[in-house]
């Protein structure tokens, strides 16, 4: 099973994302709302219980880090809003996010031709702000098909 170690926005932050976007444009191939997270690390094809022993032991003691949507960036094909926070990065190394690689962490909000671009929505979505929540916890994702699994939650505890 192909699995990811994530953060989800709570339901208002995705709210404010929503509204900011609107009716999209049907140009661009829209990740699902219900779908939207914060990748900390992909781990591929992966045993369920040997992850899961993994991230109980990586994130015992791991205080909760706050996180904050901001404005939107591109990779080729991916439209995405940045995603900010001390300790995020720390985070996702913690739990396996490739080393001497830089972390990027970020929400990912469409797909589109590389040829043809995001059109106007990195500027559209320059100045978007999400409000800071605390995340609480990690969860285990199944990317084996839409919508994404919560397979399983580890919670981050303050010291």
């Not at 191939?29 to 032991?57: I, M, N």
């Not at 800071?132 to 505890?157: I, K, N, Q």
Request: glycine residues 12%; charged residues 20%.
């Amino acid at each position: 099973m192909r699995l990811f170690s994530a953060l989800l926005p709570p339901a208002d932050v995705a709210a404010a994302v929503a509204q900011a976007l609107g009716d999209g444009d049907p140009a661009l191939r829209w990740a699902e709302p219900a779908g939207w997270h914060v990748t900390l690390a992909f781990y591929g094809e992966a045993d369920v219980a040997e992850r899961t022993s993994y991230l109980s032991a990586a994130l015992a003691g791991r205080p909760p880090v706050e996180v904050r949507l901001g404005a939107a960036g591109t990779f080729p094909g991916v439209l995405w809003l940045e995603a900010m926070g001390d300790g995020l990065a720390e985070l996702a190394h913690a739990v396996g996010a490739e080393a001497g690689r830089p972390y990027r962490p970020h929400l990912t909000l469409a797909r589109f031709p590389r040829e043809r671009g995001p059109g106007e929505w990195p500027r559209r979505l320059a100045g978007f702000a999400g409000r800071a929540w605390t995340a609480g916890r990690v969860v285990l994702m199944a990317s084996d098909g839409r919508p994404y699994r919560e397979v399983a939650a580890f919670p981050l505890h303050r010291a």
